[in-house]
Each structure stands twice: as structure tokens, then as C-alpha cells.
């Protein structure tokens, strides 16, 4: 039985074009997505639109990561997180605009900023499918759609009022393409104090670069300008449960050893939350 188009995916459909093609609109087509040329891509029974084409991204996140992931983020202790990201969109684009969210993982930043602009609707990308059934329930005006965000986005020119970057690799090119003019970019990244209780305990951690700041704002400038720049920072503390499952949200969990998460004395019970948020105008 074919999959019925869902409401918000239905929404965003002005904004996609065919991967293959990279310049004809989608429509539906008895539980899929088609270009004129016959390209034609599924409507998972999740909710979410497979684009991706040819070989598979490897890296997106397992159905372990993104169930700890769900339940550290259930606790709100990342909430400020995605209160500044609601912010500096609604401090910069009316409540009708378009929300890319890249490497949008279970939809968390999304479904923040849709919260914050009531006629907005919000579009998702990302490579894991895990992610992608939660991000297709986050919120019933955000669509998600499988891609690869390396790779030129299946989206037309200058559709997007807001490209939202948490936490996720970036495409500055491309980034630059899909905004508006008037648009925002806004990137929340990890500054050198994030989560060090953590890492100090856990050497396998994936550390974060020293001159990670200055190879952002290389990659950044020739498309970007910073307008305001945040940071967040704050105490808290952890359950032994809650800190397992922030080693397991992240890519970390690719590199700790159970019998290092199974020690009782590694695990600190408070760490540092601290980001850098900046939304960039295009250039």
C-alpha cells in the first residue's frame, strides 16, 4: 500500500529539487517522489523522503546514538541550547520563514525554532534513517529528508530564510546557495570548555580542535559575515545514566570502550555545557 504524503513534507515541496537532475521540482506519485525526467525516490513509512543517491554516507548516527540522544535530551538539560538558537532566528526572519536544518539529527533545534516562529516551516537533512524517523514526529510543520549535507543539496536557489547548523559538519558553498539574501545562518559549535569534565575522564573522547574557531571562520568568510555572536555556558550536574547516555549520543561512542563506560569511578557527575552561537549574513 503506498505511503500517504505527509502534511509538512507536502509543505516543503516547492523547496526540493531532483538530486539527479538538480533543477526539476518532485511531486508526489503513489507513495513517492518523482521528477519529470522519472527519477524517483521513496516516501519511507516514517515519515521522511530518501534522496540520497548512489553510494551511502557511513556516518550518520545508529539507532543506540539516537535513542540516547532522544532521552538526554528529554531531561532539558541542552534546552538553553536550543533557546538560543530559537532566538537569533526570531531575532532576524519574520514568522513565515523557511528553516533549513543541517545535519538536523532527531529534529531537536528544529522543532525550537518553529516553536519560536508560529507560521514558519522547517525542512531537516540528514544521513541517518534513525534520526530521521524522529526528526520526520518532531513537530508537525518540519518535513526530513535523507542526504549526505557534503554533497550540493537537492534544493532550489535562495529558499531558505534560516540554515540551521548544531553540532553538525558544514557546507559553506552551499549553505550560501539555499539562503535567502536576507537570511540567516546560525552555527552552534563547542568551544574548548564543552563537556571537559568528560573528556578529561574518557581520553578515547573525540577532542576538540584548539583551532577549531579559526577554521570555521576561514571556511566561513568568503560567504559569511558574523552580525551577533552568543555564548552559553553552564554547570550541570549528571546522573550516572544521563552521562552514559551523553558518551553515547556523541561520535565519541565510536571510540570509549564498554569497560571504560562500566567503571563507576570514570564518569563525573557534573560537566560544562559551553557554546558558541553565531548567526552570519550572507555575504
Known amino acids: 500500500m503506498p505511503v500517504s504524503l505527509p502534511p509538512a513534507l507536502e509543505l516543503s515541496l516547492d523547496l526540493l529539487r531532483c538530486p539527479t537532475c538538480r533543477t526539476r521540482r518532485l511531486h508526489p506519485d503513489r507513495g513517492a517522489l518523482r521528477c519529470p525526467m522519472g527519477h524517483t525516490f521513496d516516501i519511507a513509512r516514517h515519515g521522511y523522503a530518501g534522496l540520497l543517491t548512489g553510494t551511502r554516507a557511513t556516518s550518520g548516527d545508529d539507532a543506540t546514538m539516537v535513542q540516547a540522544r532522544g532521552r538526554f535530551l528529554s531531561t532539558g538539560t541542552y534546552t538553553p541550547l536550543r ?52 526528526a520526520a514526529r518532531a513537530h ?6 535523507a542526504w549526505d ?7 532550489a536557489d535562495g529558499v531558505a530564510d534560516v540554515v540551521l547548523d548544531v553540532f553538525a559538519p558544514r557546507n559553506p558553498a552551499e549553505f550560501h546557495r539555499v539562503l535567502r539574501p536576507t537570511g540567516r545562518l546560525i552555527v552552534i559549535r563547542p568551544t574548548g570548555r564543552h563537556l571537559a569534565e568528560l573528556r578529561g575522564r574518557l581520553p578515547a573522547m573525540v577532542t576538540i580542535d584548539p583551532t577549531k574557531e579559526q577554521r570555521l571562520h576561514r571556511a566561513l568568510d568568503p560567504f559569511f559575515e558574523a552580525a551577533v555572536t552568543e555564548q552559553v555556558e553552564y554547570p550541570v550536574t549528571l546522573t550516572r545514566p544521563g552521562a552514559l547516555d551523553l ?21 563525573p557527575d557534573q560537566v560544562t555545557v559551553s557554546v558558541l552561537a553565531t548567526a552570519y549574513r550572507p555575504r
Do not use: K
Not at 149 to 155: A, D, H, Q, T
Open 140 to 145: 508537525d510543520r518540519a518535513a526530513a529528508v
Open 149 to 155: 549535507i557534503f554533497r550540493p543539496f537537492p534544493l
Open 247 to 267: 558518551v553515547t549520543m556523541t561520535p565519541s561512542a565510536r571510540h570509549v570502550s564498554r569497560a571504560d563506560l562500566n567503571d563507576d569511578g570514570v564518569l
Open 83 to 134: 533557546q538560543v538558537g530559537a532566538r537569533l532566528a526570531a531575532d532576524a526572519v519574520s514568522e513565515q520563514a523557511t528553516v533549513v536544518d543541517v545535519g538536523c539529527g532527531t529534529g531537536y533545534y528544529l522543532a525550537g525554532v518553529l516553536d519560536q516562529l508560529p507560521g514558519a516551516r522547517g525542512l531537516g537533512l540528514d544521513t541517518s534513517v534513525r534520526a530521521l524517523r524522529s
